[in-house]
């Protein structure tokens, strides 16, 4: 059994869940990064500029997932490093590479 206040609150998201929405926005990004990695090598590009290397033996027999944010971190080390509290658009087509930078970002917004 519920109690009556657990009742009220379910009461209220019933009337209410439809109208209810946050929108969810940022600030236009200061800077775009796009990166890519591959078993051979990585890349990462800002602007006209670009960066990349070769994979070394390590690297390349790690998961391709390892490798994207690797691209990324050397990205960001390249050409964000002086970029403090700027917004920075990261272009990455690796979905768990996606996921676990938005899930690091989460993580720094709590603090």
């Not at 990324?72 to 979905?95: A, E, P, W, Y």
Request: hydrophobic share 40%.
């Amino acid at each position: 059994m519920l109690s009556p206040q657990a009742l009220d609150e379910l009461e209220w998201w019933a009337n209410n869940v439809i109208d209810c929405y946050n929108i969810l926005s940022r600030e236009s990004p200061n800077h775009t990064l796009t990166t890519d990695a591959s078993m051979n090598g990585r890349g990462a590009v800002s602007g006209t500029r670009s960066s990349g290397g070769l994979s070394t033996a390590y690297e390349a027999i790690n998961h391709m997932s390892y490798l994207e944010l690797l691209a990324v971190f050397l990205g960001l080390q390249t050409f964000c490093h002086s970029h403090c509290h700027k917004h920075t658009r990261l272009m990455i087509d690796n979905t768990t590479a996606v996921a676990v930078i938005n899930h690091i970002e989460h993580v720094i917004q709590m603090f």
